[in-house]
T-cell receptor
Framework: KAGVTQTPRYLIKTRGQQVTLSCSPISGHRSVSWYQQTPGQGLQFLFEYFSETQRNKGNFPGRFSGRQFSNSRSEMNVSTLELGDSALYLC????????????FGPGTRLTVT | GQNIDQPTEMTATEGAIVQINCTYQTSGFNGLFWYQQHAGEAPTFLSYNVLDGLEEKGRFSSFLSRSKGYSYLLLKELQMKDSASYLCAASFNDYKLSFGAGTTVTVRA
């Protein structure tokens, strides 16, 4: 079974631009969560999608948004990029049936200059 | 946040044992995860504890005390490849995981 995939793996943007990151979960998994990881803050929860609905949201500004498609693939968008948005963005998928174990993708390294 | 606390760094010798402690707020708590993350890589799942007690998986064991809001990860017979960051994460009623800042373990020869 293929793991969680994320594209692109690396991205460089300038302040004020917007960016869209993509995540494909493990086949059959319907839950996708997004996290931001920085050296100073560690892993911070962004949001979780389940069956195309946002089920949970972390404490991030409205510039961070996401969506999930009918095939469970998910995208997250960051508008009006700031230098502080430079981070590793990880997505994780989780199976059904009350399973709590999350499988992480390799992440997208975003650098904002 | 949910105040997940764990030490920042630990150093141990190859072949030794290291115990990484983690504390969390107990309100709404569901279960406790441990992940391993090597530099530049994604976290990989190590263990999940939902009941009190010790769960052993080869050289790695994880312990949970729900009433005390406390867990630890025990790494035995340390190998150089165990040098990594170990993340404690707690799940609560709202499904999302709250992560600690991670403990960087350095294994020395």
């Amino acid at each position: 079974k293929a793991g969680v995939t994320q594209t692109p793996r690396y991205l460089i943007k300038t302040r004020g631009q917007q960016v869209t990151l993509s995540c494909s979960p493990i086949s059959g998994h319907r839950s996708v969560s997004w996290y931001q990881q920085t050296p100073g803050q560690g892993l911070q929860f962004l949001f979780e999608y389940f069956s195309e609905t946002q089920r949970n949201k972390g404490n991030f500004p409205g510039r961070f948004s996401g969506r999930q498609f009918s095939n469970s693939r998910s995208e997250m968008n960051v508008s009006t990029l700031e230098l502080g948005d430079s981070a590793l963005y990880l997505c994780a998928s989780r199976g059904a049936g009350g399973s709590y174990e999350q499988y992480f993708g390799p992440g997208t390294r975003l650098t904002v200059t | 946040g949910q105040n997940i606390d764990q030490p920042t760094e630990m150093t141990a010798t190859e072949g030794a044992i290291v115990q990484i402690n983690c504390t969390y707020q107990t309100s709404g708590f569901n279960g406790l995860f441990w992940y391993q993350q090597h530099a530049g890589e994604a976290p990989t799942f190590l263990s999940y504890n939902v009941l009190d007690g010790l769960e052993e998986k080869g050289r790695f064991s994880s312990f949970l005390s729900r009433s005390k809001g406390y867990s630890y990860l025990l790494l035995k017979e340390l190998q150089m490849k165990d040098s990594a960051s170990y993340l404690c994460a707690a799940s609560f009623n709202d499904y999302k995981l709250s992560f600690g800042a991670g403990t960087t373990v350095t294994v020395r020869a």
